[in-house]
């Protein structure tokens, strides 16, 4: 077993424990605040509900996370990371949801709990997530696992000598449909939630964390709906054409190899930006693309919609720059 998984598991486990023994010492009161709006609560919640409400979510959570952490076989090592952190998230913030409520309910009664207090559940969220997550950490395969996976031709070799030559700068222009309806899409809900919430006079605590959610999954979704992939002598970067930033890089001494694939949507989990356990993909509509493997093991598949010579020439421009940077190195895959 997995040292580090196991002990990640234990921090995701560790809130039901926690909960436990709080509610021994701190036992619900009769009614507690359960929404806000304006100055202060307008619903409130039976104090056994709310209980239940916070054990059944931080017992759920544990649940996931143990049979994540133990069952290592069946279920990869990236999904595992990602699930114990939800766990753990959520099972801290909810302790935290419930240590603070009936805290501020039992001091300054439930009419008068300020939400400020249970906000403190998403900084505990936070916390708790990230810890799980670093604890957990990631297998980085080895050279030899590494070479492995990646085909023959697709190897970064190392290129000394007289073979060693300038690298002529690629690029080339990708647009996603997709994304540009989403982020708009997004754009347009957020606005308009924003405002409504305004109007019913909605804290201003609930409306910062909705501009912070929902605005930048909208701005993420337009930046990455038209972008420039450009490989040079430093290896392969992605530009936003929407806004003035660089959204992704790879730098030529993480190139382990790079391949020219038809990118099939299903495959790789969609159309658009697809973030998945060990490989990241951005298509258009599915075609020639650019798959580079990156020494930690992950993979960054980028269609190009120019074709499949437009998609060859920025590999094998690729290739020749990683391989340049491997020989002055004098590393080896």
């Known amino acids: 077993m997995n040292p580090r998984r196991a002990l990640s598991g234990l921090l995701a486990i560790a809130p ?9 010492l ?5 009614r507690v605040p359960t929404h806000w709006s304006g100055g202060g609560p307008d619903a409130w919640a039976a104090g056994p509900s709310f209980l239940s409400g916070v054990l059944t979510v931080t017992v759920l959570s544990a649940i996931a996370a143990a049979a994540t952490a133990v069952l290592q076989r069946a279920v990869p090592q990236a999904w595992s990371r990602w699930i114990v952190t939800a766990g753990a998230a959520v099972g801290w913030g909810a302790v935290v949801v419930y240590v603070v409520t009936v805290w501020r309910a039992r001091l300054d009664g439930p009419d008068a709990v300020d939400e400020a207090w249970v906000l403190l559940a ?14 957990h950490g990631r297998r980085v395969p080895s050279a030899a696992e590494l070479r492995e996976r990646i085909p023959d031709r697709a190897r970064t070799q190392p290129v000394r000598g007289r073979a060693v030559g300038p690298v002529e700068p ?16 997004m754009l347009v809900v957020f606005l308009a939630v924003v405002t409504l919430m305004v109007t019913m006079g909605e804290s201003l605590a609930f409306v910062a964390l909705v501009v912070v959610a929902v605005g930048g999954a909208a701005v993420l979704a337009l930046s990455w709906s038209a972008v420039r992939l450009s490989v040079d002598a430093d290896g392969l970067q992605v530009r936003s054409r929407v806004a003035p930033v660089r959204l992704t890089r790879i730098a030529a001494e993480d190139v382990a190899g790079v391949e020219v694939l038809d990118l099939d949507p299903m495959a790789w989990g969609g159309i658009g930006l697809r973030v998945l356990p060990e490989r990241t993909a951005y298509i258009a509509n599915g075609g020639p693309g650019i798959v580079v493997w990156k020494r930690d093991g992950r993979r960054l598949a980028l269609q190009v919609t120019e074709g499949d010579a437009a998609a060859r020439a920025g590999a094998r421009t690729l290739l020749q720059a990683a391989g340049q940077r491997l020989g002055e190195t004098s590393g080896s895959v």
């Open 122 to 135: 998403l900084l505990a969220a936070v916390i708790g997530g990230a810890g799980a997550y670093a604890v």
């Open 26 to 30: 701190l036992p619900p009161p009769a």
């Open 16 to 24: 039901l424990a926690v909960l436990l023994v709080v509610v021994v």
């Open 170 to 185: 690629w690029s080339t222009e990708v647009s996603s449909t997709t994304l540009r309806v989403i982020g708009w899409g």
